[in-house]
């Protein structure tokens, strides 16, 4: 590479001259003895055979600023073939260089170590989204990818189209290294649909981490599972107590992110092209469109809260007015033990559900004061004025655009809140790589008060009538046979668990308190 020397050097500009020949003329000392058929096809990059290397194959070697070098191989003996695939790696690496990439890579092997190291450090954080289980489960999925990188040595070599026959590869025994008995020695039968979706969707997040990385790779094209979309509605299930967490803790960090999927997608184009802020929420269109966004993302947050600490049905929920809850503060004072021992005193909220059908009340309490409370005082932030008594609790109060719409003072409607959820757990996919096994629904939040009522040692009577549900029905539908395994202390470790996870728990006392509140 030419050196332009300044017409006058001062002696610090001369000492730096001298260092550099120093340093490039034992290069050239070295490559003497080492380079073969050395040629400088481009002004920064040569093309060499190794002296020492039995197979002849070329290699290239590029300057990539601060005095370092990339060296790699051609894997060609041909001459034209090797200059021509040395011209591309050029451009490509100048590429990495000029985003601040890192170009000289290590193995996918190593790259996968240095993903887990990342994840492992997030469990280790107090207010990060994830949990054990989550990380085991994504080890899991990634040894499966480890098996299918082995034939691309690093990043930049992974062919796009690897993971198109990921599904068949997981089902039948007779492909190569396919074979789910391979993974799973235990298990009888092939994944399930939700199985593979669930792998596909942690590859996803190791190839993120590349990206956010830096790590230049061809972008890959991902298989396309279908779900039985009608039982992902009607299945119900209840949470994991992992899962309940997680989606818990990513609640706050939710509510917080100012774009949607598309707009984030869109907001990390514009930023490469090196657009300040203010010019990529003009271009996106979301700058208005936030504020009343975050108000209705906060609402059901609560909202999901009250479900999974009531066992009221989202119909029920929404028909509330505020005339229908009195919050108080219990006598007991026992409601919530936290993981240090000390006691928080829960605020319970006396609700008068309207029953299906019929003219009269079905009234119960729970420890879900602290979140009707919550509601009210994000309306008044939100309209400026308190909430009336005849208000719907989910009340409808538009957007920044529709102060007109003939919904608002109406209660949000059941697929508004359907939808958010959904989108909720697809930007839990998107910005944190975690999806579930299991078909959860919003419902779930229901089955899920009702299974760890029972896990703690409620009567099924009590929990019956606290959930509108008749005991034959809680029996058949939701009773875990597995609860008969519980001792005390894991009782009592499970509330410490849950208590932490907003779920808030109550003992015989407090039970005893509701009634007599009510």
Do not use: C
């Not at 990385?213 to 119900?236: A, G, Q």
């Amino acid at each position: 590479m030419p050196v332009l020397l300044p017409p006058k050097p001062t002696s610090e500009e001369l000492q730096e001259i001298e260092a550099y020949l120093q340093y490039h003329k034992q290069i050239k000392e070295s490559e003497e003895g080492l380079y073969q058929d050395r040629e400088e096809i481009r002004d920064g990059l040569i093309i060499f055979k190794h002296q020492k290397k039995k197979v002849k194959n070329w290699y290239m070697r590029m300057y990539v600023g601060n005095r370092k070098y990339k060296v790699s191989s051609l894997k060609t003996q041909n001459y034209r073939q090797a200059k021509e695939l040395a011209f591309l790696e050029f451009d490509r690496l100048n590429q990495v260089v000029k985003e601040k990439g890192d170009v000289f890579e290590k193995t996918n092997v190593e790259y996968l170590q240095d993903y887990l190291n990342y994840l492992d450090k997030e469990l280790e954080k107090n207010n990060e989204i994830t949990s054990k289980k989550t990380i085991d489960a994504k080890r899991t999925s990634l040894k499966k990818l480890k098996t299918l990188l082995k034939p691309f040595d690093k990043p930049s070599n992974i062919d796009p189209d690897f993971l198109q026959d990921y599904i068949l590869w997981r089902r039948k025994a007779d492909i190569q290294g396919g074979n789910w008995n391979n993974f799973h020695k235990k298990n009888a039968l092939p994944p399930t649909d939700q199985t593979i979706y669930k792998e596909v969707s942690d590859f996803k997040g190791f190839f993120k981490y590349l990206q956010d990385e830096k790590i230049s790779h061809k972008e890959i094209n991902f298989p396309k599972i279908k779900l039985d979309l009608k039982r992902l509605k009607t299945k119900n299930v209840p949470y994991s107590d992992e899962d309940w967490r997680t989606i818990y803790k990513w609640m706050p960090v939710w509510i917080k992110k100012k774009y949607t999927i598309l707009g984030e997608k869109k907001r990390q184009e514009l930023e490469k092209q090196g657009l300040p802020e203010e010019d990529i929420v003009r271009q996106i269109g979301l700058s208005k469109k936030g504020k009343r966004s975050k108000f209705y993302k906060k609402v059901f947050y609560n909202l999901f809260l009250i479900l999974g600490n009531s066992g009221l049905r989202i119909s029920s929920l929404l028909k509330l007015r505020w005339r229908d809850v009195v919050v108080k503060g219990s006598k007991s004072g026992k409601h919530k033990v936290n993981a240090d021992g000390t006691i928080t005193q829960a605020l319970i909220a006396i609700i008068s559900v309207p029953v299906e059908t019929k003219t009269s009340f079905r009234r119960f309490a729970s420890p879900t004061g602290k979140w009707f409370n919550n509601l009210k005082e994000i309306y008044k932030e939100e309209t400026g004025s308190p909430v009336k008594k005849t208000d719907y609790i989910f009340q409808n109060i538009g957007t920044d655009n529709s102060k007109g719409d003939k919904f608002v003072g109406n209660p949000l409607s059941q697929s508004f809140i359907l939808r958010t959820f959904y989108e909720m757990l697809e930007e839990l996919e998107f910005y944190k790589g975690i999806s579930f096994d299991d078909n959860y629904t919003l419902h779930s939040a229901r089955s899920f008060y009702i299974n760890k009522k029972l896990e703690l040692g409620i009567p099924i009577a009590v929990v019956a009538q606290a959930s509108g549900n008749t005991i034959p029905t809680v029996i058949r539908h939701y009773e875990n046979l597995r609860v008969l395994d519980f001792t005390d202390e894991l009782v009592k470790q499970k509330r410490l668990e849950l208590n932490e996870n907003g779920f808030i728990t109550l003992d015989d006392e407090d039970l005893y308190t509701v009634k007599q509140e009510l």
